[in-house]
């Protein structure tokens, strides 16, 4: 790869990473992006334990937090809205969760695991 090839490959990604990073948190996470997160904390999350049609006070974190959280490697059998185990292959929530107690809880931290993958890619 030429020197000028390399400088056209690194402005594309930086063009490409300044894209993926603007208004990264401004909208609400997607169901998709609750399941992610519940997955990652290894806790199960079939339908029989959502509770439906009431409101639901929260008196500790989120369920979707890691404080509290089983150990990672409950994230392996956790069924994750399947009775009859996860059908998803766990490595996305592995990484998911390994990526959440680098950088945290939040909104753009849970995507910039996305974001950061599909620059490697």
Avoid: K
């Avoid at 063009?15 to 609750?34: N, Y």
């Avoid at 006070?57 to 369920?63: E, I, K, M, R, V």
């Amino acid at each position: 790869m030429s020197r000028s090839q390399a400088a056209i490959l690194a402005a594309l990604l930086v063009l490409a990473a300044a894209l993926r990073v603007h208004r990264l948190d401004e909208q609400s996470l997607w169901t998709d992006e609750f399941h992610s997160l519940f997955a990652a904390t290894g806790r199960s999350t079939t339908e029989a334990e959502r509770p439906c049609g009431i409101v639901l006070t929260l008196t500790g974190p989120p369920s979707t937090s890691l404080e509290g959280a089983p150990p990672w490697w409950r994230i392996w059998g956790a069924p994750n809205g399947n009775p009859h185990g996860n059908p998803h292959p766990p490595l996305y929530f592995l990484a998911l969760r390994a990526w959440r107690v680098l950088f945290g809880d939040g909104d753009a931290a849970l995507r910039s695991l996305s974001v950061a993958a599909s620059l490697v890619a």
